[in-house]
């Protein structure tokens, strides 16, 4: 069967949880009474302790890792198998009960044609065979003395509270905004800015919510991740989830198979200069409605071929981590990452007791890949509270309903629902990333996304733009040419006041 694989930290080396509190986590009580490794160092002080129930629960293969073990299960068992070996041993049905491994089984086998039953498991056991009965008030086995940090994760992050996590909000809020304002303090700097007063304007402000979508659009199949769902299922799934990353509803065509929702919001007069638009439909996937419950979001990323783009907040609210284009994140690795990111995550990592692999470091060449390793809230648990005592620090806000978001090129930034939420999204090229996106095209043409021919992308959107603006091109690549002189000149202008600091030998 093929999988689709989900990471997280705890899979590519150990990690050890910090000590939960009331304000940071919602429980801390694990429903199969799991803990984690490090409640067994103390529990042992303990004169009644009877060790841990791993090495009589596993057997011989007790020697490997709990890691390994989920992936020779994910690799090499069948779903039948893994239910039948739940009934050997207290342990093997807690990795049995691994709703991870459920989620990988139902995802790659059901694609979205599932209806959830309140865990992957019983969504698996159901969609499989409709006669399956689920039992509601069984209460599951308890194995209170079993320690593993892998198990104990996804409940642990999924039940974290955001609230620590909200106090700093330092984007620009504006109202009244001109458009000459506009450009001027934000697009040509290319800095982020929440604008306060377009959204609630729309139709789709106070019309969308979740009983307005399913009434109009239950039936409707939607993009959320790998799996093309119908909204109806989808919400179920999304009301009654206990999942530490939630699906995340990101449909591109949803005007195409809602053609009224059209009707409901517009582009917002900063962003309608869009120059890819003289491609028609050829241009790039640019365009996404989002639909997800608390705890869903995207994790770092800049966003595609080097575009703009705007955020609506229609219901809900949103965190926002931003890096400018320069720095790369903290747990974030690519192929074109500094050193120094690299570095900082990795002695962070240390002092959470996490021991990535040195080979990481290797990953240096041109941003073709970008690997976070670790889940919204996990990273959040991890590397929130030491981002403030380092520079440079991140741009962070909270988006809420009825507020747009511009999102300047080339920025890296995180994204989390911090409760049921529906937002609209576009990128855009205007005459401030005109040339960046160019270049992109150019210089990058194996990352160009969105498109199903990549190869020629680059001098169809030339031709095309200077077939629909011409002269406008040469225009600004002149200026940019004669910019760049000047700076040029400049320095050449003070060289005499220019060095190095080596000392002369007449000195």
Request: proline content about 6%; charged content about 25%; glycine content about 4%.
């Amino acid at each position: 069967m093929a999988l689709c694989k989900r990471r997280r930290l705890s899979d590519a080396f150990s990690s050890r949880p910090q000590k939960p509190n009331k304000r940071t986590f919602l429980s801390s009580s694990h429903p199969l009474a799991i803990k984690p490794l490090g409640n067994y160092y103390f529990e042992s002080t303990n004169p009644a302790f009877k060790g841990s129930c791993r090495t009589s629960g596993l057997g011989f293969i007790a020697a490997l890792s709990d890691e390994l073990i989920l992936d020779v299960i994910e690799r090499f068992l069948e779903p039948r198998d893994l239910c039948r070996l739940a009934e050997t041993s207290r342990v093997l049905y807690v990795f049995a009960h691994h709703d991870d491994l459920w989620r990988t089984w139902t995802v790659n086998e059901f694609r979205g044609n599932f209806t959830w039953s309140g865990t992957w498991r019983a969504t698996y056991l159901k969609t499989n065979n409709p006669s399956y009965e689920i039992q509601e008030n069984d209460t599951p086995v308890q194995v209170s003395d079993f320690y593993s940090d892998t198990l104990y994760q996804p409940f642990y992050c999924a039940s974290a509270s955001m609230e620590p996590f909200m106090g700093v909000e330092n984007v620009e809020r504006r109202s009244n905004l001109s458009m000459a304002e506009f450009v001027t303090d934000y697009a040509i700097p290319n800095k982020p800015v929440i604008i306060t007063d377009i959204v609630t304007q729309w139709p789709a402000f106070g019309k969308w919510n979740d009983t307005y979508f399913l009434e109009r659009y239950g039936d409707v199949r939607f993009r959320a991740e790998v799996v093309d769902i119908e909204l109806r299922n989808y919400y179920r799934y999304a009301h009654n989830q206990r999942d530490e990353s939630p699906l995340y509803l990101f449909d591109k065509k949803f005007v195409r198979d809602c053609p009224d929702i059209a009707d409901d919001f517009e582009v917002p007069e900063y962003f309608r200069e869009d120059y890819f638009s003289v491609l028609g439909n050829e241009r790039p996937d640019y365009r996404w409605l989002i639909v997800g419950p608390a705890r869903s979001g995207s994790t770092f990323h800049k966003d595609p071929n080097s575009t703009s783009a705007w955020n609506a907040v229609i219901t809900g609210s949103k965190k926002w981590i931003m890096y400018p284009p320069d720095t790369v994140p903290p747990g974030v690795f690519t192929s074109e990452g500094s050193w120094r990111a690299a570095a900082l995550t990795m002695s962070i990592l240390t002092r959470q007791h996490v021991h990535p692999p040195l080979t990481w470091l290797n990953l240096l060449l041109d941003e073709s890949e970008v690997t976070s390793p670790v889940s919204l809230m996990e990273w959040h648990l991890n590397f929130y509270k030491k981002i403030h005592q380092i520079q440079p620090r991140p741009i962070e806000a909270i988006c809420r309903a009825g507020e747009v978001m511009f999102v300047p090129n080339g920025w890296w930034h995180m994204v989390v629902n911090l409760e049921d939420s529906i937002a609209i999204t576009q990128n855009y090229v205007g005459a401030h990333n005109l040339l960046n996106v160019l270049r992109f095209l150019r210089d990058k043409p194996n990352q160009v996304s969105g498109v199903s021919d990549t190869d020629g992308f680059y001098i169809k959107f030339r031709e095309a733009f200077q077939k629909a603006y011409p002269g406008f091109l040469e225009r600004i690549e002149k200026e940019e040419t004669e910019k760049r002189l000047t700076t040029w000149e400049r320095l050449k202008d003070g060289g005499s006041r220019f060095s190095f600091g080596f000392v002369s030998d007449d000195e």
